[in-house]
């Protein structure tokens, strides 16, 4: 792969800063000032080095041979450029974050239809200001008191009936 010359960020850095956390504004803003140092130190040198002239080199320097083997040498020097190793694993992480996306997504959209189905049950029903005990027992069963089924005793809350047994401290409970 032949090496390119970078002259200009491809990176949407307005869009990337909207999406930064508020808490990473300092990295992100530190991170952004080295890519900017980069890619200034990169414009300041020429995109090809300068052209070395041979003839004047061969006429100044009285050794025969010396300049013909420093151009033959300089001429047969290739600068390795490193191989991309790491394009393939980026880009098998970005299809990994895009299904984990696309499922978080499909599990949002699934809490949304769940949630607005409880939210038209709410809205169907009458509103509490309105609502007599009965039609509260009606709509809520298991938080209604019923006395002939299920007696309970004063006050009414699970500490005070019988068959009541505290929870152990170390199993989470409060």
């Known amino acids: 792969m032949a090496a390119r010359r970078v002259t200009q960020s491809s990176i949407n850095w307005a869009g990337l800063a909207e999406r930064v956390p508020a808490n990473q504004k300092a990295n992100f803003v530190a991170f ?23 003839a004047r080199y061969k006429q100044a ?9 420093f151009q ?11 191989d991309d ?11 990994d974050v895009k299904r984990e996306i696309q499922e978080f997504v499909r599990q949002s959209e699934e809490r949304i239809a769940e ?7 709410l809205k169907s029903l009458l509103p509490f200001d309105q609502m007599t005990m009965e039609d509260f027992r ?4 298991e938080l209604a008191l019923d006395p002939l089924n299920k007696p309970t005793f004063w006050p009414h ?7 009541y047994k ?5 199993s989470g409970g409060h």
Request: hydrophobic share 25%; charged share 30%.
């Open 32 to 54: 952004k000032s080295k890519s900017d140092k980069y890619l200034r130190s990169v414009q300041a040198n020429p995109e090809n080095a300068p052209k070395i002239d041979w």
């Open 61 to 69: 320097i009285p050794v025969p041979g010396l300049v013909e083997n």
């Open 72 to 82: 033959k040498q300089y001429e047969s020097l290739k600068v390795p450029y490193p």
């Open 85 to 95: 190793t790491f394009s393939a694993e980026v880009d098998k992480q970005e299809q």
């Open 115 to 121: 949630y607005q189905k409880q939210i038209a049950h």
């Open 138 to 141: 009606d709509s809520y069963p």
């Open 157 to 163: 809350n699970p500490e005070e009936q019988l068959g």
């Open 166 to 170: 505290k929870e152990n401290p170390t």
